[in-house]
């Protein structure tokens, strides 16, 4: 049977959730048995070049950028997972969608104590992608199939909902996996 | 400007956090590489007006890699404002515990899950090959220990601040709790076999670095200024002291510098296309004032390490450049090896100190308003600095984060990679990867779960100063 592939990425998250994964410890050799992490999906993402089974998302959108990520996860994921607060709700990033994003910018790159800048500018090159006015979790852009909560989700947590999928069997989450601090 | 851009995205259209241009002058030659950070989360504006006793729960949302790190920054900037700083010798001790644990966990994952790779199969070696599960075919037992390694850290953590990932274990003047005799237990009997896997983590960094030492020297290598925290006595401190900074030929520039005036002493400039500002010190300008932090610079400032292995590791590191500096970007992996078994050795000690069971934690003193926090990081000096008011709000907030301080270096050592290595604008195999390598060096934080997990192949397009694409290639 050839491997299931799954595909991951952060868009506004902090890679805690990604390091909460790696947190199944010696169960990463036996996942990368069941698994392949697909060869790009964390690449050429307009060209997805295989179909992936399942992809796991941390963090919401913040940027045109993780927006246009977020699409072509869904395109080429059968199964979308929202790994995490931020993913879910936006997070600790969303504390922003309260006040105006010029505000964000103007503290740190024009009135923090150790600010040098004098021109004033804040950085706008071409080939910085255009901030959202807020930060957006996952599924108020695509379809999100399931959500795991948790800041971030334990790594048994991460296991139990993965193994669960790979092997075609309901998901057992019992309430010490889903709550959290 | 008439410039060629070419553009190389190694983590950013997934990742989000990172991407390379190439800027050829008219006659093709590089005139400068750009490692671009794409990412604004804006810390510094939202967290105004949440309660200062927040912060350090708060804050270590910026890094899932290293929270502690923040944790603990932000809760040494909160000591101050409660004037509780000098803390109970319980409370210092779990504290450094937790940050030692941290230290030894990201020191594995960076060398072993995201470095080895490089080291193992080569600058050269087929993309396929360049990662970590690579690796675990080849070197089973490796990834094993490298596993453990990290799960060990992660334990040390987990006993100290009550989470593996976003604990709550420093709060303002102390920490929450400290270590039952179970949990003491369980991280005793394991520190033997740590230790033994510790030193063989540096032999393989030590061996590497002076097996390939002609060609490292070369590689994405300049001359620059350290900064790092240090002890009263000069010796290596990760924790807490002052600061010193040294130029290239390893003279002081200061030292023991109190941290409370460290926006006198730093600035960071900003640049119209990266939104990570430019550290520099203030007294030598933008031009001269820039340095490095990390692994490399804490080896290169310290007179000493206080513990036998890792100082016996150290003398032999110096011994290299015959007591100058080692500037060599490649010599982060040693220097974060020194460190790995120092941080081991480190545990071992503590595990062994009744206090880490004590029942005194915290301690107030006269309010503040205004207070600096500052910590090593495995990545570097990391900066917290918060202003509250007489209603416990946050006022003012700067953080300058260890990847910052070393966002010119990083530029500096790609652009030296691209003009050793690009010719025209044929984009080989071997300029991505050492692009990739150098950034890896410095580890700033976008590189590191990607290529933990997979691969971290590069998109490359060249494009003309009128945004005519003339070529690219994907890995």
Redesign the interface.
Same mark, same amino acid.
């Given at each position: 049977m050839s491997k299931a592939r799954v595909a991951? %990425?952060?868009? %506004? /998250?902090?890679?805690?959730?990604? *390091?909460? !994964?790696?947190?199944i410890?010696?169960r990463?050799?036996t996942l !990368?048995e069941l698994i392949e992490?697909?060869?790009?999906?964390? @690449?050429?993402?307009?060209t997805f070049s295989e179909r992936c089974a399942v992809g796991i998302l941390e963090g919401g959108c913040?940027?045109e950028? @993780?927006v246009e990520?977020l699409r072509r996860f869904r395109e080429n994921c059968d199964i979308l997972i929202a790994c995490g607060e931020c993913a879910i709700m936006g /997070? !600790?990033?969303a *504390? #922003?969608n /309260? !006040?105006p994003?010029e505000?964000?910018? #103007?503290? %740190?790159?024009r009135t923090? +104590?150790?600010?040098? @800048?004098p021109s004033g #500018?804040? &950085?706008?090159?071409k080939?910085? &992608?255009l901030?959202l006015d807020r930060v957006y979790p996952v599924q108020e852009v695509v379809k999100i199939d399931y959500s795991l909560p948790g800041? +971030?989700p334990s %790594?048994d947590t991460i296991w139990q909902a993965l193994t669960a999928l790979l092997n075609n069997e309901p998901m057992n989450l019992p309430y010490e996996l889903i709550k959290y601090? | 400007m008439n410039t060629t851009r070419i553009v190389i995205e190694p983590v950013t259209r997934v990742e989000g956090h990172g991407k390379v241009t190439v800027l050829l002058d008219e006659n093709r030659q590089v005139q400068q590489a750009r490692l671009h950070i794409v990412e604004f989360r804006g810390f510094e504006r939202f967290i105004l007006g949440r309660p200062f006793w927040e912060v350090p729960v708060l804050v270590q949302r910026l890094c899932g890699i290293c929270p502690v790190s923040h944790h603990l920054c932000a809760a040494k900037a909160m000591d101050g404002i409660v004037g509780g700083e000098a803390l109970t010798p319980t409370a210092e001790k779990i504290r450094r515990l937790m940050h030692y644990g941290q230290m030894y966990q990201s020191h594995a994952l960076h060398f072993f899950h995201l470095a080895s790779p490089d080291l193992l199969f080569g600058f050269e070696a087929d993309v396929s090959l360049r990662n970590v599960v690579a690796v675990a075919a080849k070197y089973p037992e490796l990834v094993t220990q490298a596993v453990l390694m990290r799960k060990y850290g992660q334990e040390v953590i987990k006993h100290t601040a009550g989470k593996k990932i976003h604990g709550t274990g420093a709060i303002p003047g102390g920490v929450n709790k400290s270590l039952a005799d179970d949990e003491r237990r369980v991280l005793k009997d394991g520190i033997a076999q740590q230790l033994v896997w510790a030193r063989g983590a540096l032999k393989i960094a030590r061996d590497y670095t002076l097996e390939h030492i002609k060609e490292l020297a070369e590689f994405a290598s300049f001359e620059s200024n350290h900064v790092s925290l240090i002890r009263d006595d000069g010796a290596l401190d990760l924790y807490h002291g002052g600061l010193r900074a040294i130029d290239a030929d390893g003279k002081i520039i200061f030292d023991h510098l109190n941290y409370q005036a460290y926006a006198e002493t730093f600035a960071e400039e900003v640049r119209d296309w990266s939104y990570m500002k430019f550290p520099f010190i203030r007294s030598l300008g933008p031009e001269k004032g820039w340095y490095r932090v990390g692994p490399l610079s804490r080896i290169d400032t310290a007179d000493f390490i206080d513990t036998p292995e890792a100082e016996a590791a150290r003398k032999e590191f110096k011994a290299v450049t015959g007591g100058r500096p080692n500037h060599l970007t490649m010599a982060y992996h040693w220097a974060r090896m020194i460190e790995l078994l120092h941080a081991a050795e480190k545990i071992a000690q503590l595990l062994d100190d009744p206090d880490i069971q004590g029942k005194d934690l915290v301690v107030k003193g006269k309010r503040r308003e205004e207070w600096v926090g500052l910590i090593e990081a495995p990545r570097g000096t990391l900066f917290h600095h918060y202003k509250v008011d007489d209603r416990d709000r946050v006022v003012m907030c700067n953080l300058i984060v260890s990847t910052t301080n070393n966002n010119e270096p990083m530029n500096r050592a790609i652009t030296k990679v691209a003009r050793d290595h690009l010719s025209g604008v044929d984009i080989t195999d071997g300029l991505l990867n050492r692009i990739e390598v150098a950034i890896r060096a410095y580890d700033p934080c976008l590189s590191c779960a990607t290529h933990a997990l997979g691969q971290m192949p590069l998109e490359v397009s060249v494009v003309d100063h009128e945004g005519r694409v003339l070529g690219s290639r994907s890995t």
């Open positions: 991951t %990425a952060s868009l %506004a /998250g902090c890679f805690g959730c990604h *390091m909460s !994964i790696l947190d410890d010696e990463i050799l !990368i992490f697909h060869k790009s999906p964390i @690449n050429d993402i307009k913040c940027n950028e @993780n990520v /997070g !600790i990033p *504390m #922003r /309260g !006040i994003l505000e964000c910018l #103007r503290e %740190a790159y923090g +104590p150790t600010v040098y @800048n #500018r804040i &950085p706008s090159d080939e910085l &992608p901030l800041c +971030p %790594a601090d | -």
